[in-house]
């Protein structure tokens, strides 16, 4: 299902109008004739890939909350300083091991991986029972986090008090939960009055501005400080999305692509161009603190890895077909867990990355 891109002003979440974006999108990701910055999302534009070698987050009520040691962006606050140059990310001795976890009810579907260093555990989505939300402690402790959550992609604030979530069943949302009380509050529901039909995946920035997707409009979004939301782009069955570490690039997974989008001061999101084509039923990502890309493949079995340039860097296999997300975590985040549609997988590298 597709829905018309809309125009006019942009849409507002508890009655707080901002800036749109120059001009409407078109179902291409174009905007109008002669519009220059109308363009944000492209398709793709050759089979395989490429071979060339200030800061608060929003609390619940929407006002700002300074992460620790105060403003920086993501690669500042997930990855060690003076670390660069990574080793390559691809380990060449191992491949994914299964976590063997036993959740009440078992596992219908892995989604949305996401982790909290300050408890040292990873949450992820399960689709059992209306969906809801496991925790593994590692190695292999299981428990359910919240019963019912709807939820598929999962992102922390940097300031690691909350829970940002897309859901897609129940309700049609992005929602965050405190993880002192679980109390959720929504905090994007519709653009300009239409509904969201299937929210996918989202990222945040250090200043809470927070990037999603609705798979089956084919759509990705942004919702600024102010709780705007506003059309970034338009593309067949956008789904995983993800920000490099100097939250300059923006990446979205669609269709049989991954686009590169550059983020500007504020947020605000430039022209798209290619980073990968070819893929296999991209689906969510993952980016380490090298800046590489972590592609799963629905219909692979596999993460792709590419650089922040596009070029291929190996695949991470050993999979199922159907893999799904992928984040890091562990000792300093190190530890790549891998999400797909029957267990959880996890491998060690070489090179740290962002939680989620």
Known sequence: MS??????????????????????????????????????????????????????VPAADGAGVTPPDGPRAAGEIYCPPGAAPYPAPVPTDQQPAVVPIAPPGGISFLEGPVWLAERG?????EWNTGHRILQLTPPQAIEVFLPTSGSNGLAVTPDGKALLM???????TVSMLSLADKS???????????????PNDLAVRADGTIYFTDYQAGRLYQRAIDGTVSLISSLPLSNGVGLSPD??????????????????????????TNLATGLKGPDGLAIDCAGNVYIAQNMG??????????????????????????????PGRRTLYITTDAALYAVTLAVPGLPY
Do not use: H
Not at 33 to 44: L, M
Not at 301 to 311: C, E, P, R
């Open 3 to 56: 829905i018309p891109s809309p125009g006019g002003d942009a849409a507002t979440i508890d009655g707080r109008v901002g800036d749109p974006f120059p001009s409407a999108l078109d179902a291409a990701g174009r905007g109008p004739a002669g519009d220059s910055g109308g363009e944000r999302g492209i398709g793709p534009a050759a089979d395989g890939i490429t071979d060339e070698a200030d800061g608060a």
């Open 121 to 125: 555990v990873l949450l992820f989505s």
């Open 166 to 172: 897309v859901t897609e069943v129940q309700s049609k």
């Open 184 to 198: 959720v509050k929504v905090v994007a529901q519709d653009f300009k009055g239409q509904p969201f039909v299937q």
């Open 247 to 272: 939250e300059k690039t923006l990446y979205l997974n669609a269709d049989t692509y991954t686009v590169k989008y550059p983020v500007g001061p504020g947020g605000v999101v430039g022209t798209g």
């Open 301 to 330: 079995g596999s993460l792709v890895v590419v650089s922040a340039a596009g070029a291929k860097l190996g695949e991470i296999g050993g999979l199922p077909r159907t893999v799904t997300n992928a984040a890091f975590g562990g």
